[in-house]
């Protein structure tokens, strides 16, 4: 019998210099020790050591930063800075939590849940919509100009929210 996977399971752990885009679009339990610069989006918990050196755009769920970051800082759920943390950017998130001897230079929108569904996170394609509902997109599609499922149409294609997308498949759940 196979085993489920835990996202407990998917730890990365690094501690080297990295530069470039990285993205999860699997929840991870992802902890930067080293230097990273570039853009940075995750899904699941994201930890920044207390020595590492992180310039990057920075978008999760969950956030515990304990080094130096410059950059933006965009949570779905929730952002903590411990000590000795320094961070430099715009930080948006619904959740903060800022431990006495943390530093946060910028500016902060403290989004509600309801602002953090239908505003903020990951944007997705009808595509990736289709293949994370694992439905044809043609469904989606009709979903979307029936309004049925969260969605904005901009510049001639539809555009999905991922905490929105989210929070409607956990509320088509609980309806059945």
């Known amino acids: 019998m196979a085993k489920k996977e835990k996202i407990d399971d998917k730890i990365l752990d690094v501690d080297a210099r990295m530069q470039g885009t990285i993205i999860f679009k699997d929840p991870v339990n ?54 000795p943390a320094v961070v430099q950017g715009n930080v948006r998130t619904p959740l ?46 009709d979903w979307a100009s029936q309004k049925k499922i969260p969605a904005e149409f901009h510049n001639g294609e539809w555009k999905f929210n991922r905490v929105a997308i989210e929070k409607w498949l956990q509320d088509e759940k609980v309806k059945r």
């Open 30 to 83: 992802l902890r930067i020790n080293g230097s990273f610069e570039g853009k940075l989006e995750t899904c699941g918990s994201l930890t920044i050591g207390e020595n590492a050196n992180v310039r990057a755009d920075i978008q999760g769920d969950r956030i515990v930063i304990a080094g130096k970051v410059t950059g933006n800082l965009g949570a779905s759920e929730s952002i903590s800075l411990i000590p």
């Open 96 to 141: 903060l939590s800022v431990a006495e001897g943390a530093v946060l230079d910028g500016q902060l929108n403290m989004l509600n849940v309801k602002g953090a569904e239908e505003g903020f996170g990951k944007s997705l394609s009808l595509r990736e919509v289709a293949q994370f509902l694992e439905v044809e997109a043609k469904v989606v599609e």
